[in-house]
């Protein structure tokens, strides 16, 4: 049996002006100008000051079902916080119609309508009030929002003196604990460490399973795939594809490595994650242990593998790769390599992989991706291709038996642990 | 996949494009009075944190005013006061007047203000110029009591007409109201509303029977003209509530009908503007 309807689109369409005012305001003496040359010019010329328009969707169609999560995925640009914002009634569509069953509730950004002046307490009613939350009900909720955020001592503090961890925990925390039949949410989980995204993933699925339609926009491919029942994937304002997350997720990042694929070499493009000159292109990346076998988690100690193919355009003498790993919460760089002293002749037409092994990984219990590049190596500033996230991230853990490794855990703000080596000597 | 099959009776929500004049949906408002509350409590909360002197400031800004008025218009131009001390007279009018011209000024800036509000989550955006003209109440209710000391000790007594306050305070709430929709909705377009709006403040106190009496006015079409302001009627209701002397009834009536014909467009032109608000912010 069909369950019933959550949300149904239909024919959803945005259209958005552009040209002489792109997506800002006016001020009077632009129109009071645009009036007065209106009035001069001849009609002809009138007749081509047509303002440029942008359909940023176009003829979205798509239901979910009561309990369904629906993940959506896209490159930057192609309509996913349109999309969003369209749902949650922040802006309203051009053409089409969408319903909505039961009670909505929005999480574009997470903290909205905090205010830095008030106390962690004050800005959790508040919050609560602008995602329309009933005053009585967040009184009932607020000892465990605050717990759930783990600021318990300083929910008399104003949320100026915070930090950004405690900020950003409080904040989804009251989105979190809403009593809400719909939720949608747009990256929030690309915030905080590893282990408060696991519990608001972990909310999130228990949401699910309350009964709640979630409709979730994520770069992170690992948590789309975790959690959602359904993906659609938006792009250029269209949806190209709607099923098992698996699959559209693997089409999707198969053909967003395509796409900055065979093309006009030597004009530099930047295209979300990907930019570069075109000569030498990335293509398919693949994450495995050093027994082969693919994952995208690891734990710390496992050996990590990774793999990218590249094919070759124009001859390039001297063709340097490179890589970092990139901690995903805080874009803090963890690693880098650069093969300056390795440089490839490459010659049209060739295919190749670039392999990186991190043995024995000493990374903490986090979400990371790689960066990778090619470039000449005379020419740095003009890369060949440089693929920045997307598709290339994975998990780390901490493996089981903490103890027995040979490895430094302390603070866990730490980005990395390193092989050490301690002695106690006692002089008398 | 039907309503029907809905365990729970909860409410549809609509999504469709909206063009033209739409319906004003008072009833939403109602909805998220816990919202009005919420951010008035919040402009409350914040206008007067990290400040030295705090709460004083409520006070300060109308005696401060009510002493450089005292000096140049009470002493130096010696302006009439209908029998009152000067004092007492520009207080009295001062207190509707600052009420008036804070919520202008804040309910004119409110939605350029709130941008992160606009662009990230749904409510019926006339909640924001709403709680803003709301805030400046408790800076009121501080002055007033102030302005009844001094009225005290200058032996005035206020009579039963002193029960009209309310209304009045209503009454100057709706006129910034009134033409803060306009406001607002316009500075999300045009910007440069937020640089006139001190200039339209100014001129409108000279505009308003602050410093001097309306009875200054001469009767007949002037006086007509000189009531569309609707501050006139509150200006002079309120002096009238306090101490008394004649009603200004026929004042107050114009200045009714005024605001009346201005909320009511600023209502719908406010509404109209609308799905605008979170692209063009």
Redesign the interface.
């Known amino acids: 049996m ?1 369950k ?2 959550a949300i149904n689109v239909e024919g959803l369409g945005k259209q ?1 002006r552009l040209g002489g005012s792109v ?7 632009d ?1 009071i100008a645009g009036a007065v040359s209106g009035a001069f010019s001849p009609k002809s010329e009138k007749k081509r000051a047509v303002v440029p328009t942008l359909w940023a969707l176009q003829d979205v169609s798509f239901h979910v079902a009561q309990q369904e999560v629906l993940g959506v995925i896209g490159k930057n640009g192609a309509g996913k916080s349109t999309l969003l ?20 509730g ?1 999480l ?2 997470v903290g ?2 905090f ?1 830095p ?2 106390t962690g307490r ?1 800005n959790v ?2 919050n609560g ?4 939350e ?2 009585a009900d967040i009184k009932r909720k607020f000892d465990e929002i605050v717990a759930f955020a783990d600021v318990e001592k300083f929910v008399d503090t ?1 949320v100026k003196h915070y930090s950004s961890g405690m900020y950003v925990r409080l904040a989804f925390a009251v989105a979190a604990f809403m009593e809400l ?1 719909i939720l949608i949410v747009d990256e929030a989980l690309a915030v905080g460490d590893a282990a408060f995204q696991k519990k608001c993933l972990g909310r999130m699925d228990q949401a699910a399973k309350e009964g709640r339609t979630v409709l979730f926009v994520s770069h992170s491919m690992p948590a789309l795939e975790s959690l959602c029942s359904r993906v659609i994937w938006i792009n250029n304002g269209t949806v190209v594809s709607d099923g098992d997350p698996r699959k559209v997720i693997g089409s999707y990042i198969e053909s967003s490595n395509r796409d900055t694929g065979p093309r006009e070499v030597g004009v530099y493009r930047n295209e979300g994650h990907r930019r570069g000159t075109g000569e030498v292109q990335f293509r398919d990346f693949r994450l495995s242990s050093d027994q082969g076998e693919p994952r995208s988690e690891f734990r710390m100690g496992d050996t990590i593998v990774a793999e990218v193919d590249f094919e070759v355009y124009a001859d390039a003498d001297s063709a340097v790769f490179n890589f970092n790993v990139v901690d995903a919460a805080t874009g803090s760089v963890v690693t880098t390599w650069v093969g300056r002293r390795e440089p490839k002749a490459l010659s049209a037409g060739e295919r190749g992989t670039f392999r990186i092994v991190l043995p024995q990984n000493s990374l903490r219990a986090r979400r990371y991706y790689f960066n990778l590049g090619v470039a000449s190596a005379f020419n740095n500033d003009m890369p060949f291709d440089i693929w920045a996230g997307g598709g290339t991230d994975f998990y780390v853990e901490y493996p089981e038996d903490l103890e027995n490794l040979d490895l430094l855990v302390g603070h866990d703000s730490a980005l990395v642990t390193l092989p050490v080596r301690t002695e106690f000597e006692i002089h008398d | ?3 029907t ?2 365990s ?1 009776s ?9 063009t033209g004049w739409v319906a004003l949906k008072l009833g939403e408002l109602w909805q ?1 009075r ?2 009005i ?3 008035t ?2 402009d409350i ?2 206008r007067y ?2 400040t030295a002197l705090g709460v004083a400031w409520a006070v300060l800004q109308p005696v401060l005013t009510m002493l450089i008025f005292s000096v140049v218009f009470g002493k130096l131009a010696n302006l009439p006061s209908d029998g009152l001390p000067y004092p007492v007279f520009s207080f009295a009018a001062l207190l509707p007047w600052q009420l008036f011209s804070g919520a202008l000024t804040r309910a004119g800036t409110s939605l350029v203000g709130s941008a ?8 019926p955006r006339l909640i924001i110029p709403i709680s803003a003209v709301a805030a400046g109440l408790v800076d009121f209710v501080i002055a007033f009591a102030v302005l009844i000391v001094l009225m005290l000790y200058y032996g005035i007594r206020p009579g039963v007409a002193i029960l009209w306050v309310p209304v009045l305070v209503a009454f100057s709430l709706a006129s910034a109201l009134a033409v803060g929709l306009w406001l607002s909705a316009l500075n ?5 509303v937020q640089h006139l709006i001190p200039f339209l403040v100014m001129a409108w106190m000279y505009a308003s029977p602050v410093a001097y009496s309306a009875n200054m006015i001469p009767h007949g079409k002037w006086r007509l003209l000189y009531s569309l302001n609707p501050m006139t009627g509150v200006i002079q209701g309120f002096r009238w509530a306090l101490t008394g002397g004649e009603p200004p009834s026929e004042m107050i009536i114009v200045s009714g009908v005024v605001v009346l014909v201005l909320l009511t467009g600023g209502l719908f032109y406010f509404r109209r503007m609308e ?1 605008i608000f ?4």
Do not use: C
Request: hydrophobic share 35%; aromatic share 10%; proline share 4%.
């Open positions: 069909t019933p309807t958005y997506g800002s305001y006016r001020t009077l003496r129109t914002k369209v749902l949650s009634r922040v802006t309203s569509p051009t053409t089409g119609r969408v319903e909505m069953h039961g009670r909505v929005s574009l950004e909205t309508g205010h002046e008030l004050e009613h508040l009030a602008i995602m329309g009933k005053r104003p039949e | 996949m039907t309503a099959a809905r729970d909860s409410q549809t929500v609509v999504i469709e494009p909206s998220y816990e919202l509350y919420f951010l409590w919040r909360q914040v944190r990290q992160n509000l606009l662009t990230k989550v749904y409510f999300v377009k045009y910007r440069d799905r979170a692209d063009v912010v």
